[in-house]
C-alpha cells in the first residue's frame, strides 16, 4: 500500500491530517529539509508508531527518495532510540539521583558511526523518534547536536512536524482498524 492509498483511508474526522500529510512529506511544507531527510524522519517516525502499513508504505517512500545507506540510518536510529528512549525517560523521571552517576552498560555504537551531513541526518530521525516515544532528555541532546551541527531550528521543527503528523496518522489508521 503506497502512502496515497493510506492517506485515502483517512476518515473525515481527521481530515486535518490528511492534508498535513501531503504538506510535511514536501520540501515546501518541510522547510530546512531536503527530500532524502524527510523520507528518512518520516519513516523513523513510522517506526516509533508502529503501525505496520504506514511502515511499508513510508519504507517504499524512504527508497524512492533516499540512497540505501540513509534508509539503513532510519531504520538503525529508530531501532537505536527505542532502547535510549526508555532508559534515558526513566533517567530523568525518576527522583532517586544515584541513577545518574551509575553506567548505562547498553551498546549503542551505532550512534558514533556517522560524520558529517550523515550525522546530522541520523540525529534528525532520532531527534523525530525521541520526540514520539516522549523522551525529553534525548529531544534536548539531539536538538543541541543538531544546532551545533548546522541544522537550522526550522529544520529541526520541521523533523518534529513529520514525526507529529506520521504518529497522528498511525493512531488514527490504527484505530480505524480496530474499530472495522
Known sequence: ??????????????????LNLDTVLSEAGAPGLNKAQIAMVALGSAIAARYKPLT???????????????????????????????????????????????????????????????KNDFELVSLAVSA?????????SHDKVLRDGGVSVQGIQSAVRIASVIHAVAVVLDQADAAG
Request: hydrophobic share 45%.
Open 1 to 18: 500500500m503506497s502512502v496515497a492509498d493510506l492517506r485515502s483511508l483517512i476518515p473525515e474526522y481527521a481530515k486535518d491530517l490528511k
Open 56 to 118: 511499508e508504505a513510508l519504507a517504499a517512500f524512504a527508497a524512492e527518495n533516499a540512497a540505501p545507506e540513509q534508509v539503513a540510518a532510519a531504520k538503525g536510529s529508530a531501532a537505536i532510540m527505542g532502547m535510549n528512549n526508555i532508559y534515558y525517560r526513566f533517567q530523568h523521571l525518576v527522583s532517586h539521583p544515584e541513577y545518574a552517576s551509575i553506567p548505562a552498560k547498553l551498546r549503542m555504537n551505532v550512534i558514533g558511526q556517522y560524520k558529517g551531513d550523515a
Open 132 to 140: 514520539v516515544n516522549g523522551c525529553g532528555m534525548c529531544i534536548d
